[in-house]
């Protein structure tokens, strides 16, 4: 059984950071593409951040997140991690884990943020930025 387990969420004054951590197994983690993706209250899901290997491991993130949020994989330990800094206000959203459908990677290959493509998603971890 696929399981993505989000954690590291939690409130923050804005400026601040958080490390969001997802725990992946039931699958080889290895062979997948992964993503990040947030929800705020009453908005739909908004991709956030991607790590797909094509041609070299690539990163890729929205213009909302760019040069704060940072994406990794620890393939050794089954993990993905989104490290967060410089945090606003419109950061305040439920963060999920997700893994691509492979079967689907020549459309998320060019629009990686085609949430559509998102075939595993996990229970989502808290972010919270107050002052």
């Known amino acids: 059984e696929v399981q993505l387990v989000e954690s590291g969420g939690g409130m923050v004054q804005p400026g601040g950071s958080l490390r969001l951590s997802c725990a992946a197994s039931?699958?080889?983690?290895?062979?997948?593409?992964m993503s990040w993706v947030r929800q705020a209250p009453g908005k739909g899901p908004e991709w956030v951040s991607s790590i797909i290997s094509l041609n070299g491991v690539n990163a890729y993130y929205a213009d909302s997140v760019k040069g704060r949020f940072t994406i990794s994989r620890d393939n050794a330990k089954n993990t993905l991690d989104l490290q967060m800094n410089h945090l606003k206000l419109e950061d305040t959203a439920v963060y999920y884990c997700a893994r691509y459908d492979e079967s689907l990677r020549t459309t998320y290959y060019t629009l990686p943020d085609a949430i559509a493509t998102l075939d595993y998603w996990g229970q989502g971890t808290q972010v919270t930025v107050s002052s």
């Open positions: 039931g699958f080889t983690f290895s062979n997948y593409d």
